[in-house]
């Protein structure tokens, strides 16, 4: 059994706590590809061979549907901590893998396939933004075996934690294992007028202005999709390769990662 929710509810009351520490650079957690990976999953429409693939629920149910053991969590760490007012604190985030069988009841519960998929699509239609992550800290907090878990979360733009640290770069190991989705590019096209609306809020800091307009920074451009969303001239697209697939390749990361019950691949 993991960790009990009288612990647990202690533990949250010093989330705060946490966050301040995570701004300080002599006490702040180290992050590296050994305790952390993610995968942004954009909710935009994006475009591959000729043919609209609408994101993300084409990406998540294999991942769902492969998962040994699926829980869906009673709240959301990050909205309980900073007292979101904008979306649901209840909403929690998809535990995958035969640790979430070790969960205390009051933190979550097993559920269906069909039940955790009905509840992305919930999560999706209240606008919040799906990341793929195996975090050793989220793992800890919930008292379970980080090598048999991962999750996939429901963020919220105001109180996401992954997204803070990114945007605010609190650690360099963390701001490189946050991944955009394998074979994705975004980019910038000629309608873009150089508003500057995209370089102030991609939250990868991934966008500069030139003289002839934005330029992406491929190298740290997440795939959130955010700035897509926020162009007013359209100006941004989001492409996939052809010859990329990323369901594949993520089942493949992630079992090589941790055993949830994905298949690693040839």
């Known amino acids: 059994m993991g960790r009990s929710k009288f612990i647990y509810n202690l533990i949250m009351k010093f989330y705060k706590l ?57 709240e959301c760490l990050c909205r309980r901590g900073e007292g979101c007012t904008a979306y649901p604190q209840d909403l929690g985030c998809l535990l995958l893998g035969s640790a979430a069988r070790d969960l205390h009841p009051g933190l979550g519960r097993i559920v269906s396939s069909d039940e955790a998929i009905a509840h992305t699509e919930n999560a999706l239609q209240l606008g919040l ?25 429901f963020c919220c733009d105001c109180c996401c934690a992954v997204r803070h640290n990114i945007r605010n770069n609190l650690s360099i190991g963390f701001f490189e294992n946050i991944h955009r989705l394998p074979g994705l590019t975004v980019s910038i096209t000629d309608r873009c007028t150089g508003c500057g609306c995209c370089v102030k809020e991609c939250l990868a800091g991934a966008i500069e202005m030139r003289s002839e307009g934005a330029i992406i920074d491929q190298r740290k451009c997440k795939g959130c999709g955010r700035c897509i969303t926020l162009c007013p001239e359209k100006a941004i697209t989001m492409t996939l390769d052809p010859e990329s697939d990323p369901i594949k390749s993520l089942l493949e990361i992630y079992a090589r990662r941790t055993s949830v019950g994905f298949p690693e691949g040839d």
């Open 129 to 153: 933004m799906p990341l793929i992550l195996h975090n050793e800290f989220d793992a800890w907090i919930w008292g379970i075996d980080y090598r048999r878990m991962m999750n996939v979360c």
């Open 18 to 74: 946490y966050q301040l520490i995570e701004k300080t650079p002599l006490l702040k957690h180290n992050d590296s590809e050994e305790n952390t990976s993610g995968h942004m999953i954009p909710i935009n429409t994006v475009i591959r061979e000729g043919k609209n693939v609408v994101l993300p629920l084409q990406i998540l149910r294999p991942l769902i549907e492969n998962a040994e053991c699926i829980a869906i969590m009673s």
